[in-house]
């Protein structure tokens, strides 16, 4: 059954919206499914400045990563030099939430900020987008939504218990949040 609601998720992620999405919980939304998927790689110094702070990575795959202005407190910086290595951590949440009422309001917010740990610094994003619940159909097993785009589109739920949570006139939120950190070795 998870896999099919896995797969019910992905499919609702492709035709709304094209993206992955992760939420933040709040006392008017209610997260129905949610995962998240972890990774580190070695990347290339491929350009630093260590006066403005700046790093330019490369990735195995051939994907370039600029960092700019890092922290202050990521005290190995100074120390880095191009060809040198560093870990990128990366993770991806997703998650369908619901949110009580609000239906009309379609629009997609993106957000970005920076994150610090220990000896690394990172970059946080996160987009939601915002469709409105038409329809909930409990016989059939699925919810009518309009997508950001005025697309209607009808999307099968397996599981009965979240499909009664929903109703006309609610919105379902698609949000994704993209975590990259770095440091060096």
Same mark, same amino acid.
């Given at each position: 059954m998870c896999n099919k609601m896995l797969g019910a998720l992905l499919i609702a992620f492709g035709v709304m919206a094209g993206q992955i999405a992760i939420a933040e919980e709040t006392?008017? #939304?209610?997260?129905?499914?949610?995962?998240?998927?972890?990774?580190t790689v070695q990347a290339n110094v491929?350009?630093? %400045?260590i006066a403005q702070r700046n790093i330019l990575l490369a990735l195995p795959n051939g994907q370039k990563l600029f960092f700019d202005h890092i922290d202050q407190k990521i005290t190995h910086? %100074? #120390?880095?030099?191009?060809? @040198?290595?560093?870990?990128?951590?990366?993770?991806q949440s997703s998650a369908i939430v619901l949110q009580k009422g609000g239906a009309g309001v379609r629009k997609i917010v993106d957000s970005q900020g920076r994150d610090i740990t220990a000896d690394g610094a990172g970059i946080l994003k996160t987009q939601t987008f915002y469709n @409105?619940?038409?329809n909930v @159909?409990? @016989?059939a097993g699925n919810v009518t939504v309009k997508n950001v785009a005025g697309k209607i589109v009808t999307i099968p739920v397996e599981n009965k218990a979240l499909?009664?949570?929903a109703e006309a006139g609610d919105q379902l939120l698609i949000v994704s949040r993209v975590k990259l950190i770095i440091w060096g070795n």
């Open positions: 006392h008017e #939304r209610e997260i129905l499914v949610s995962l998240s998927e972890k990774s491929e350009e630093i %400045d910086f %100074d #120390r880095l030099k191009v060809n @040198d290595k560093v870990g990128v951590s990366s993770s @409105d619940i038409l @159909d409990l @016989d499909l009664m949570k």
